[in-house]
């Protein structure tokens, strides 16, 4: 797939959803939760979390983490038509002066959520992406580097 169109699937795909699955670690063993996200382009995606939780500790630990954005809908039709995207990154805290900048624009994605991310307990944490694995018409895997850091899984 060419790169131009792999970018444009991945933001449209980032921009359909508004929830994914961000995994952590501790000690070796992994750890899921459902985040609420924005993203500022293709290399930057944001969230926002209390610092009282799992994620955030496991987060503060050990920063490399992997998220999951898909379209499923739960039906048949999935097999051939939905596209899963795992993102592969490294999470630090924002502050300022960066700290407005990504409270606004993740405020903008999801207003609803504005007294829980202006809240004195909840930090903003933004992922530096080093690259997407996009899997799309069942079996069709297309990656997309934005670093030349590449990360070897076995």
Known sequence: MAEVT???????????????????QQAGHPYANLIAYA????????FATPKTTKKFTNL???PRVSLLVDNRTNTDTDFHT????TILGAAQEIKEPEL????SLFLARHPSLHDFVNAPT?????IVVKYYILVNRFQQVSTLYLTDEKVVMA
Do not use: P
């Not at 939905?82 to 995207?85: E, F, Q, T």
């Not at 407005?100 to 409270?103: E, F, G, M, Q």
């Open 60 to 62: 503060m630990a050990d």
């Open 6 to 24: 792999l970018r444009n699937e991945i933001t449209t795909l980032l921009q359909s959803q508004l929830l994914a699955v961000l995994s952590t």
């Open 82 to 85: 939905a596209s899963a995207l």
């Open 39 to 46: 993203h500022d382009g293709l290399e930057t995606l944001i």
């Open 100 to 103: 407005s900048y990504y409270r």
């Open 122 to 126: 909840t930090a903003m944490l933004k």
